[in-house]
């Protein structure tokens, strides 16, 4: 029916068949003819021919009433399309453990939002496994995890290395017979315990330390239970919370020493009354990711927000590649860790 829409438009604007062909560079015999199409399309004469100048019928004011619209939802459309190229419109839906939401994301996010203020940020916090469950459903286009999850079904962004390290309140007379091992929270920050040089605790000096470890599903309870057992280690479990936040919170109040990933220290803007010590490489190494569901549409935001978090060159070398395994970011160098099931934190 609005095949030919813009001949008609133009001798309603022009009020004359001649003027119109003009406009449109054709010839006036070949616009008589796509007009005559339109008006057989809906079986009535959209102009009065009879008057001087021509004008519209009952139908015809109908007609044009209708195209103006249709001219205006193809502008209006064209509008919001431009405005998502430039990110000045559309929104970003990220998720994460407690801890990511925490202690990772706000600086990421802030740097997006400053960059690209106009779209709409959504964040999504919950376990593992429940914000897995939100990005395969796609109630949220990103999630940041330290988990492995299937290439099948999901592409993954490599964001950086964390390492589990056990963090115990100076209150503790254990500190004085650990010096040789011990680091500071300015140790933490530099990457000191990431060193091949710095030692490894042996788990079997803590004796009967009261100790906080997240519940046996968890990702840092299973690998510290496997250092436990490596070491002969019986360990004096105090309290199994459900996150490292709870855990690192509880060990700032001296209730117990807790297991907790570096990024926590790394991000903190303010003094604990903690000691740190480093742990077995192979078990505490694990790899942060940024993942998208697998052939989910990659929007300008969410690719964007990856680039800002792990760099361009890590986002080109990931996004190229089907199996979505390369990896880049902070620390590409890094050897992986054992993968791990259950919930991460």
């Known amino acids: 029916m609005f095949d030919g829409k813009e001949y008609v438009y133009a001798v309603y604007e022009e009020k004359s068949f001649s003027r119109a062909a003009q406009k449109l560079y054709i010839s006036q015999p070949a616009l008589s003819t796509a007009i005559k199409k339109v008006e057989k399309k809906i079986g009535r004469p959209i102009f009065d021919r009879s008057t001087n100048p021509i004008s519209l019928t009952p139908s015809g004011e109908i ?5 103006e619209k249709l001219f205006s939802l193809e502008q209006n459309t064209l509008n ?20 990511f939401t925490s202690f990772v994301l706000p600086e990421l996010l802030g740097r997006f939002s400053r960059k690209y203020p106009q779209i709409q940020i959504e964040l999504s916090e919950g376990t593992t496994i429940q914000v897995t469950s939100r990005l395969l ?11 492995e999850l299937d290439d099948t079904n999901y592409q993954k ?24 091992y011990q680091l500071t929270q300015r140790d933490i920050r530099e990457g000191k315990h990431e060193l091949p040089e710095t030692p490894e605790l042996p788990l079997g000096r803590l004796g009967s330390t009261p100790l906080i470890l997240l519940k046996e599903e ?10 436990c057992s490596l070491a002969n280690f019986d360990p004096h479990i105090l309290l199994k919370p459900d996150s490292a936040v709870s855990a690192f919170n509880m060990a700032c109040t001296g209730v117990g020493a807790a297991f907790v990933p570096d990024g926590m220290v790394r ?18 190494l694990r790899r942060v990711y940024f993942y998208k569901k697998r052939n989910k549409y990659m929007t300008r935001a969410m690719e964007e927000f990856i680039r800002i978090a792990v760099g361009d060159q890590a986002y080109e070398r990931t996004a190229g590649e089907p199996s979505g395994m390369a990896e880049g970011g902070k620390a590409a160098g890094t050897p992986a860790a054992p993968a791990e099931g259950g919930k991460a934190e």
């Open 267 to 284: 991000n903190l803007t303010y003094p604990v009354p903690l000691c740190f010590y480093r742990l077995n490489e192979a078990l505490a």
């Open 63 to 67: 007609y044009i009433e209708a195209i």
């Open 80 to 99: 919001q399309m431009n405005n998502l190229n430039g990110l000045l419109a559309g929104k970003l839906a990220v998720g994460g453990t407690n801890f």
């Open 218 to 227: 968890n990702s840092i309870s299973k690998r510290v239970r496997r250092m």
């Open 137 to 147: 459903s796609e109630e949220i286009d990103l999630m940041i995890d330290n988990s």
């Open 157 to 180: 962004f490599y964001f950086c290395p964390e390492r589990i390290i056990l963090a115990v309140p100076e209150s503790f007379p254990i500190n004085g017979m650990l010096t040789g």
